[in-house]
Structures are given as structure tokens and as C-alpha cells.
T-cell receptor, first 114, second 116 residues
Framework: AAGVIQSPRHLIKEKRETATLKCYPI?????VYWYQQGPGQDPQFLIS???????DKGSIPDRFSAQQFSDYHSELNMSSLELGDSALYFC?????????????FGPGTRLTVL | AQSVSQHNHHVILSEAASLELGCNYS??????LFWYVQYPGQHLQLLLK??????LVKGIKGFEAEFIKSKFSFNLRKPSVQWSDTAEYFC??????????????FGKGTHLIIQP
């Protein structure tokens, strides 16, 4: 079965640079979630989109923004990168949103900020 | 806002031992509950979930969990663990707001090591 696709899988950036992470949800899933998992930490919810509209917002820094496109893929844009942004960034997708949806996670993008 | 507490951060067991990982949550309304597993270097995989109905839910790989509403608990169990169960286990909760793509709140995780 098709899974959530994330690209790139690994990314190395310098401080103050920008980064763009991409997420392609499972076919026919219209809801996308972004999570950040620091080393040895639990995943922290950043933001979600349903039908191209922002749906829920978690602990996403103001330096980060995200959007969902007409084909339901999503991009997380990160600017003015800091050392503390080094983490594994997971995308998850689900359908339909609401109380009984299950989120399926992608393999993650490992971002290293030097 | 909801929160999740996992009692054990590190658990070491021998193969064939029984497993129970504790999870408690706090949320005033209806919740959906999940257990995810993360094998070393891999992404989160869903083990099982509870939405409603029978409070004893069965998942993949022989895992099960029991939802006890009065105790706000959702403990994960497996009667006989295998070496391949070595992984990080996360309990997660989603408060049901009646609509919208709400994010999951995860516990801190339990690092399970199975010794052969």
C-alpha cells in the first residue's frame, strides 16, 4: 500500500539559512499534519491542513510556515534556521479529519543545522 | 489542552516475558487514543487505536490495550515479547473537538529493550 512520502530524507543547512520540506500524503488523504521530533524526544505537533486550509496549530515557531496545495501535498518552510531546529520532521496524513481519523506517518526528514 | 504521561521511560525484559506499559492522559472530553511504535531509525507505526466501543482493543504483532475511562488510562500489553519488539513506544491522545484536523499529543515514550 502507498505510504506518506517525504522529501528530502536528509538535509544539512547552515544557521540562518532556509529550508523547505515536502510531504506527499497517502492517495485520497486530504489532511496533512507536521510534527517535529528532537533527539530523544517525543514528537511535537506543529501544524495541520485540511482541504488546503490551516486546521490546527501547535508549537510552530513564527519562523516556520506551511501550506497545502491543490494536489494535497504540503510544504513546510523554515527560515532563519537555528541550531535547535535540528530534528526529525514527520509528516502524517489522514482522511477524513475529525474524531475518528487515524494519522499515518511518513519516514521523516532529518534536518541538521550546522 | 490534553496531556499524556507514560510511566516507564526505560524497560528491559527478557524474551517471552509479559509486557505492560502504562499510559495516562488528561482531557476533559472525548478522546481518541493510540499507541505507536518507532523502531530504531524508522518512522512511527500505528500499533493500535481506540475510538469507542469495546475498551479492549487488539493491534498488530500481538499487542493489545485496555481503555479504562475511570482511570484515564490506556495501558499497552503483550503476553510474550520477542527480541524484535525492541523499540520506542509512544502513547498518544487526540481530543475530539467535533471536527478539524487536530494534532496528536504524545507521551515522552518508553524505550523497550528485549534481551535474547
Amino acid at each position: 500500500a502507498a505510504g506518506v512520502i517525504q522529501s528530502p530524507r536528509h538535509l544539512i543547512k547552515e544557521k540562518r539559512e532556509t529550508a523547505t520540506l515536502k510531504c506527499y500524503p497517502i492517495p485520497r488523504h486530504d489532511t496533512v499534519y507536521w510534527y517535529q521530533q528532537g533527539p530523544g524526544q517525543d514528537p511535537q505537533f506543529l501544524i495541520s491542513f485540511y482541504e488546503k486550509m490551516q486546521s490546527d496549530k501547535g508549537s510552530i515557531p513564527d519562523r516556520f510556515s506551511a501550506q497545502q496545495f491543490s494536489d494535497y501535498h504540503s510544504e513546510l518552510n523554515m527560515s532563519s534556521l537555528e541550531l535547535g531546529d535540528s530534528a526529525l520532521y514527520f509528516c502524517a496524513s489522514s482522511s477524513p479529519p475529525g474524531g475518528t481519523d487515524t494519522q499515518y506517518f511518513g519516514p521523516g526528514t532529518r534536518l541538521t543545522v550546522l | 489542552a490534553q496531556s499524556v504521561s507514560q510511566h516507564n521511560h526505560h524497560v528491559i525484559l527478557s524474551e517471552a516475558a509479559s509486557l505492560e506499559l502504562g499510559c495516562n492522559y488528561s482531557y476533559g472530553g472525548t478522546v481518541n487514543l493510540f499507541w505507536y511504535v518507532q523502531y530504531p531509525g524508522q518512522h512511527l507505526q500505528l500499533l493500535l487505536k481506540y475510538f469507542s466501543g469495546d475498551p479492549l482493543v487488539k493491534g498488530i504483532k500481538g499487542f493489545e490495550a485496555e481503555f479504562i475511562k475511570s482511570k484515564f488510562s490506556f495501558n499497552l500489553r503483550k503476553p510474550s515479547v520477542q527480541w524484535s519488539d525492541t523499540a520506542e513506544y509512544f502513547c498518544a491522545v487526540k481530543g475530539y473537538s467535533g471536527g478539524g484536523a487536530d494534532g496528536l499529543t504524545f507521551g515522552k515514550g518508553t524505550h523497550l529493550i528485549i534481551q535474547p
